[in-house]
């Protein structure tokens, strides 16, 4: 299907004391919203990440320090990343919003392996500082979720039935 990427302007801090989960949700609506207003005519897919350790969420790094300080704290424990979707039918004014969430165990990383990850892949704007598309999966030892693809950002599982569901032919 012919589609458009577009990068809304929205402010992605977390509202005080908002669960990551609420974090994803409302981003991915507000983001959902705001190409709606751009693109008036079109179905527009909103999306967002949120990394969740022990009920706070764990943004992107930004810095080399950062990411070996965020992997340090998520060393041998387990994260959720909270992935929310919005499909926004902007001609009607009508949205489908889900959550999937993905189970990541990381093993015990050794400050030689942190830093070895960190010096051959470029971390610093994913939450958790880990890439799982790349080499950040050998930084785990477990995962489980109902979507594989949503730890990359976007779930195509959901996406594809919300996306049936305002009479798209999928496939």
């Known amino acids: 299907m012919p589609f458009e990427t577009w990068s809304p302007d929205v402010d992605e801090a977390p509202l005080?004391?908002?669960p990551p989960r609420e974090t994803a949700i409302r981003l991915a609506r507000l983001k959902a919203e705001a190409g709606a207003r751009k693109f008036p005519k079109a179905w527009v897919i909103g999306s967002d990440q949120v990394a969740d350790l022990d009920g706070r969420a764990i943004g992107k790094p930004g810095t080399f320090e950062n990411a070996r300080r965020q992997l340090r704290e998520v060393s041998g424990h387990a994260v959720l990343f909270h992935t929310a979707l919005c499909v926004?039918?902007?001609?009607?004014?009508r949205r489908h919003e889900r959550l999937v969430t993905t189970e990541v165990a990381f093993r015990?990383?050794?400050?030689?392996e942190i830093d070895r990850y960190l010096e051959r892949e470029h971390a610093l704007d994913c939450a958790g500082s880990a890439k799982s598309e790349g080499l950040g999966v050998s930084l785990?030892?477990?995962?489980h979720g109902e979507d594989p693809t949503a730890l990359v950002g976007l779930p195509l599982i959901a996406l594809s039935a919300m996306l049936r569901a305002e009479g798209f032919d999928v496939p």
């Open 16 to 18: 005080r004391a908002e």
């Open 88 to 93: 926004f039918n902007a001609r009607l004014e």
């Open 108 to 112: 015990r990383l050794s400050e030689a």
């Open 140 to 143: 785990l030892s477990r995962l």
